[in-house]
């Protein structure tokens, strides 16, 4: 097959990514832009004219023919350590599935369609889940409200009615509001769903329905907490899915 002609600005890119071969493997396709003062449509043509899938494709087989130079094994080491990132990930969702009991799932379907009111308590970082676990709630029809405030969290949590239903998200199941939400909310015989990563934490003993996730002991911001809530986002969708799918069922 004959390869495409380069136009003079493609060449002209080819040319300078030669005289500069051993910064190329370092750059961002916007930093060569830049650099070499051609559009990132012009780099993206010249890479598939030299047959490269695109410029990430030409880097990659550039660090792969250049292994054994230290300057490139050092990249490739870094490239190790994204993917180590992604199989984090990857691990925690891969054992949160495992993890998931599907008649908990049902039964927080039937529980949450019963249900005259349902409540959602979260602090810190899981609120955003929470937030978007109300707002679906909402557009399929049912009367749910959130909570983040600790001091609005606990007296609320004494009004609540064994006819209603409290959803507790919490990573590790110790939050001190939420552990006494859950106790309020449990004399009043409230059925109680909560969505966790630790399967040993203090709320459990007063939940009814446990969606559990597993977190990785893995943190790549140690000295705060902030350990990632994916395990739980994938919980909660998997619920509102399966809610909205039951939907037309329940309604009717």
């Known amino acids: 097959m004959v390869k495409a002609t380069l136009s003079s600005s493609e060449d002209y890119l080819w ?5 500069h071969i051993d910064d190329i493997a370092n750059m961002s396709i916007i930093k060569l832009s830049e650099q070499a003062n051609v559009s990132t449509a012009t780099i993206v043509r010249t890479m598939k004219k030299k047959g490269y899938n695109g410029f990430t494709s030409f880097k990659q087989q550039l660090i792969q023919k250049n292994k054994n130079n230290t300057q490139f094994a050092f990249l490739n080491q870094v490239d190790q ?14 054992n949160t599935l495992e993890n998931l ?9 039937q529980k949450i369609k019963d249900a005259h009111k349902v409540y959602i308590f979260a602090r810190g970082f899981s609120e955003f ?9 909402q557009l399929l029809g ?18 609540i009615m064994n006819h209603d239903v409290l959803i ?30 630790n399967p040993n934490g203090t709320i459990l003993q007063f ?4 969606f559990l996730g597993y977190k990785s002991p893995i943190s790549y911001f ?9 395990p739980l986002n994938i919980l909660v969708r998997i619920l509102l899915d399966a809610y909205a799918i039951r939907s037309p069922h329940l309604l009717s």
Do not use: W
């Open 129 to 137: 889940i929470a937030k978007e676990m109300t707002l679906k709630l």
């Open 168 to 197: 507790l998200i919490t990573l590790n199941g110790e939050t001190a509001e939420l552990v006494q939400a859950a106790k309020n909310a449990m004399q009043n015989n409230v059925t109680i769903i909560t969505f966790t990563t």
């Open 207 to 210: 939940s009814d329905l446990v």
């Open 101 to 109: 009991d599907i008649g908990i799932v049902e039964d927080s379907i």
């Open 15 to 19: 040319t300078y990514i030669q005289q």
């Open 81 to 94: 350590e994204i993917k180590s990132a992604v199989l984090k990930n990857q691990h925690e969702v891969n």
């Open 222 to 230: 140690p000295d705060y907490e902030v350990h990632s809530r994916l």
């Open 142 to 159: 049912k009367n749910c409200e959130i909570h983040d405030d600790p001091n609005i969290i606990k007296p609320i949590s004494k009004q």
